[in-house]
């Protein structure tokens, strides 16, 4: 067994060079270019109710980001499957559950290190208990921090170094009593919350905003469109700007981690969960179940 860093706060299982550990496993140390420079790259899947909507793609995901970060993925994506059922016969079938595979850079070069060795990839698997949020709904305002572009980020990667950023926009806006934010990218047009993508809807269609670049273009946003779309709603994708939102009949959000959940309140503006919102989740739900 390899050291422990603190505790698990929950029930945590971590494929880890060859083996399965128990608990906060120490995957990295301090020459860890990823610990060191933020040379990491991940996605995250879930298992709940016995299901594990779209897990293929979030391992495809994960392979792309390591790709993009100009890091070597070396687990093809059968082997993250094979490994992940194997993962999860360690909880309880029904278990609520994040499923997060990891690449980073073990090795930075001689020089500073700053440029990191691609080839020197290492990874994990880490499964653990992760209750589903209820939809009871969040309240959001807009952030002042925005997403940075390709030009100024590795935004085309779900890369952990992207996360600081939206990090302090949640903070800032915790601070001031919001759940969540709207977060806008370098022309102002809002991207998404600061950890999840977000629709609305104004006059019975549903809108969301454009995927140019800035932000995740979440597989559960994809999926909760094709769903909406093959149930006969009309769902545009374009530019939206904070009035919009404002001004919206309603806001829900998608995200892996949970799933539809609805916007309650925007500033001082109070929303019920509306029919899209409803729509959307009964439709995510179904599909997990069914496919
Ligand atoms: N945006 C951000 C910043 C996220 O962290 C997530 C969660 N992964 C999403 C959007 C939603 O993406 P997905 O549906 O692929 O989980």
Not at 42 to 51: I, L, M, Q, S, Y
Not at 185 to 196: F, R, S, V, Y
Not at 267 to 273: E, F, I, K, N, V
Request: hydrophobic share 40%.
């Amino acid at each position: 067994m390899r050291n422990q860093v603190g505790s698990a706060p929950t029930k945590t299982w971590t494929f880890f060079e060859d083996d399965w550990h128990e608990g906060n496993v120490a995957i990295m140390g301090p020459r860890t270019h990823g610990a060191w420079l933020g040379s990491v790259v991940f996605d995250g899947a879930r298992a709940f109710e016995g299901t594990t909507p779209d897990l293929d793609r979030h391992f495809v995901r994960v392979n792309v980001s390591a790709e993009r970060f100009l890091l070597k993925p070396v687990v093809p994506i059968e082997t993250w499957l094979g490994l992940a059922r194997e993962g999860l016969k360690r909880f309880d079938p029904t278990a609520a559950l994040y499923i997060r595979p990891m690449y980073w850079a073990e090795l930075g070069t001689t020089g500073g290190g700053v440029r990191f060795d691609p080839e020197s990839t290492r990874w994990c698997l880490c499964i653990y208990e992760a209750p589903m949020p209820a939809p009871n709904g969040l309240s959001v305002t807009l952030s002042p921090f925005r997403r940075p572009t390709l030009e100024c980020a590795p935004v085309d990667a779900k890369a952990s170094c992207n996360y600081p950023n939206n990090a302090r926009a949640l903070i800032e806006a915790y601070r001031r009593g919001f759940d969540n934010c709207l977060m806008r990218d370098m022309l102002g047009t809002i991207a998404e919350l600061g950890n999840a993508n977000v629709f609305m809807a104004k006059d019975g269609v549903v809108y969301t905003p454009a995927p140019n670049g800035t932000f995740l273009d979440g597989i559960t946003r994809q999926r909760v469109i094709a769903l909406l779309r093959g149930d006969g709603v009309s769902v545009v994708e374009k530019t939206l700007n904070y009035a919009d939102f404002e001004q919206a009949d309603e806001i829900f959000s998608t995200g892996n981690f949970s799933k539809v959940i609805p916007i309650i309140r925007i500033d001082g503006r109070q929303l019920q969960p509306g029919p899209f919102f409803q729509r959307a989740r009964e439709l995510y739900w179904a599909f997990a179940h069914n496919g």
